[in-house]
């Protein structure tokens, strides 16, 4: 697993388990003090009498297993392993309350609810791991979360890469395409790249010239994927670098986007809450939009097309249909009348447009749809705008497809700086570079706070 990736997935899971022990001592508490098997002494003891000893679990039982490797290549482990491991831990957590109440003068309430919790939370976490393991592999087979990544570079050593993968590790990294650079050059690797969607490429060389590498690095960098330089030749420390591993294999990294983090973690996971509000609470007003396009013109009410996605993978986005139902045979004799300089297509007074299309693009509720794309994990609030495919196809310089480097959103730089009034495709793809570059947290806020003026007036909108 990737080496960053792999540090957010150990916290998420120690906080996982500190809940998950956390309610298996609620629940032990609750089953002695409501059933016969209670305290021979008599009524077990409030949980207020058991705080300091929640104080010791919660935290130190997920440190301990992770110092005892649970949280390890989770795939690859035997239950036989995983029991082992979480008695260590538990043993080790047995001393640190023995030393507590010793040292620190603290009464165990309870034996009898300590020597229940002592059998009820290995049992929790192994069914824990085992159903994240089943469902982990299930969705990796099913080529649902496993990531597709390039090779590039000497093929000997790109295959010895490609062997020294685990099972579990073949399972989470797809090799779509190896590229010899020492043959064919920085070209088969743009192509490559166009080719398969990726969002990586892993360059591997010792005895190829160091300008090859350095024009493969260019490459990735003007096209917005991440180039990681298998580092396993490098014996000292070189100044400030950025390290990862493949498995146990030292990476050097190169990015041009923002780094996997909690951020967007929470940048995804609060896109997603949003959009699921979102979708009930404007329940009503999709249902009176769909009523409208449906009665004031003949066809589907959503209009559905293929737009380029994150690297430019392609995903269905929704939109309400605003347009004439020949509207993509018309296309062609349009072509003339574009206002925008480059490969994307826009044009006031579209003849196409419907008169409820007209209004819903001019107020951009025909873009509520989208909020679909969201919850499913297609796009974000704020990003990119997704263009189609067709029009991806016709971007004419590389850099162009580092927009496509992050998801992207119903709003970005580009409509709260006069949206539609941009008539060249380079301040477009200007605004979006600047976007994901400086991308953070409180830019997401602060476009989408000056978003709501912008669609309120209307300005901008064709």
Known sequence: MI???????????????????????????FL???????????EMP????????????????????????????????????????????????IVIIMCAVVLLRLEVPSRSLLFVFCIAAPVALILKERAYIVHRT????????????????????????????????????????????????????????????IGRVILTFSRMEMDKVQRAIEACEVEGVEAWLSADFIHTSVARPTFESLGRRPMLVFRTTPEISWTLLIKNAIDRGLAAL????????????????????SGPVIFCQRRAGIHGRPFTMLKFRTMLLDAENRHSGLLGRNEMRGPVFKIEHDPRLTPIGRWLRRTSLDELPQLV??????????GPRPLPLYEVEKFQRASHRRRLSMKPGLTCLWQIRGRNNVTSFEE????????????SLSLDILILLRTIPVVVAGAGAK
């Open 3 to 29: 080496a960053r990736k792999q540090e957010i997935s150990l916290q998420l899971n120690q906080l996982i388990d500190a809940v998950l022990l956390g309610g298996v001592f609620w629940l032990c508490h």
């Open 428 to 439: 477009w793809v200007r605004m979006d570079l600047e976007y994901i570059d400086r991308w």
């Open 46 to 93: 409030g949980l207020s009498h058991f705080l300091w000893m929640l104080a010791v679990i919660l935290p130190f039982g997920p440190f301990l297993l992770e110092l005892q490797g649970f949280y390890h290549y989770q795939l690859e482990k035997s239950l036989l392993k995983s029991l082992g491991q979480i008695g260590r831990a538990g043993f080790w957590l």
């Open 373 to 382: 794309n969201v919850l499913l994990g297609d796009m974000s609030f704020v």
């Open 138 to 197: 299930l969705r990796l087979r099913r080529g649902e979360t496993g990531e597709r990544i390039i090779l590039a570079g000497e093929s000997d050593k790109a295959q010895a890469i490609l062997s020294g993968f685990s099972q579990s590790q073949r399972l989470e990294i797809q090799v779509v395409e190896i590229v010899d650079l020492e043959h064919f050059g920085t070209e088969a690797l743009i192509d490559a790249i166009h080719r398969n969607n």
């Open 32 to 42: 002695l003090s409501n059933t016969a098997f209670s305290e021979p002494e008599g």
């Open 278 to 297: 979102g979708l009930i609470a404007l329940s009503p007003v999709l249902l009176i939009i769909a009523l409208a396009v449906r009665m004031t013109s």
